[in-house]
């Protein structure tokens, strides 16, 4: 073997790691690219049209269909979430026109690492000194509701996160909260710490049924393993008492539901995403904030 030759040979090594580290600094790179600018192309919605002044609807009767419209655009408010509101008097006028103030507020927003490497990222509203704050007031919420928000993003893709209310008086929700960790309950008044967020209502669901679905979550559902590949290999929707049964986020309120014959999937893939809940023909929209109020009177 000829000198030359085997100085070639020698080399072979290096060039295959400078290559391999080349190759992981541009992962990096592009990482870096796709969740600090390409996920942040399209801001958290505030509104650009007038502030209303909402005291003169409080001295009506009752309240017009474009009454309700006009609510709905100044505040991320339903009609009956409205409804239930004012049932409550002056004190839910005032919570709704706090409602308001908050619909209206350019807040502050951080993209901070929820896991390492700015692999997946999640956009906060925080003030001066770091801390969460909340964007508004929820609206009466009832068990078997499913919250939204796609403030979270990896690899430049908004898949957002989901949980579902199974304690609507305590203000809990079951949520499969991130990989390597198993689900839990948490409280609900985190929601209204993200860039944005939507809560959405089964339709046709009646009271005995939203608590069913509630009651199951919690016995099967709480406390399993985070598992990103749930529904795609073999049965969608396992047995609940297989011992197999992992969640990611959009699927735990899908397989609950699921289990009462409501399919919220919005297009019947085999992978369950937070899109999919939120475009679902089965749910309505019950309150939403930081998101365009045109992408539901649209539909």
């Known amino acids: 073997m000829s000198e030359s030759s085997s100085a070639v040979k020698k080399r ?3 060039r295959f790691f400078i290559v391999l580290a080349a190759a992981v600094v541009f992962v990096l790179l592009l ?15 505030v509104p650009d049209y007038a502030k209303e002044d909402l005291a003169p609807l409080w001295e009506k009767a009752a309240l017009s269909d474009d009454d309700y419209d006009l609510l709905f655009r100044q505040t ?7 409804d239930a509101l004012l049932a409550y008097g002056q004190a839910g006028q005032a919570r709704i026109e706090e409602i308001q103030d908050g619909f209206f507020t350019d807040y502050p927003v951080e993209c901070l690492t929820l896991i390492g490497g700015r692999f997946t990222c999640e956009d906060l509203l925080v003030d001066e000194d770091g801390s969460r704050l909340s964007s508004v007031p929820l ?12 403030s979270t993003h990896t690899f430049g893709w908004r898949h957002g996160h989901a949980g579902l209310v199974v304690d609507a008086e305590s203000g809990i929700t079951l949520e499969a909260v991130m990989m390597f960790s198993d689900s839990a309950q948490q409280s609900v008044y985190h929601w209204p710490t993200y860039s944005n967020f939507i809560v959405l209502r089964v339709k046709d669901a ?8 509630a009651d ?15 529904g795609i290999f073999g049965d969608k929707a396992p047995d609940p008492q297989s011992g197999t049964l992992g969640a990611q986020c959009a699927y735990l309120p899908w397989y609950a539901w699921q289990a009462f014959g409501y399919d919220l999937d919005g297009d019947g893939g085999k992978i369950v995403t937070v899109l999919d809940l939120a475009q679902s023909p089965l749910v309505e929209v019950v309150q939403f904030c930081g998101v365009d109020p045109e992408l539901f009177l649209a539909e």
């Open 12 to 14: 072979r090594p290096w």
């Open 139 to 150: 609206a009466p919420l009832q068990d078997g509701d499913i919250i939204v928000a796609f």
């Open 216 to 230: 199951f979550a919690l016995t099967y559902l709480d406390q399993i393993p985070y598992r990103l590949t749930s």
């Open 206 to 213: 009646d009271e005995q049924t939203r608590q069913d679905v």
């Open 31 to 45: 990482n870096l690219f796709l969740q600090s600018v390409w996920a942040h192309r399209t801001v958290r919605f």
């Open 76 to 82: 991320g408010l339903s009609r009956s979430s409205v």
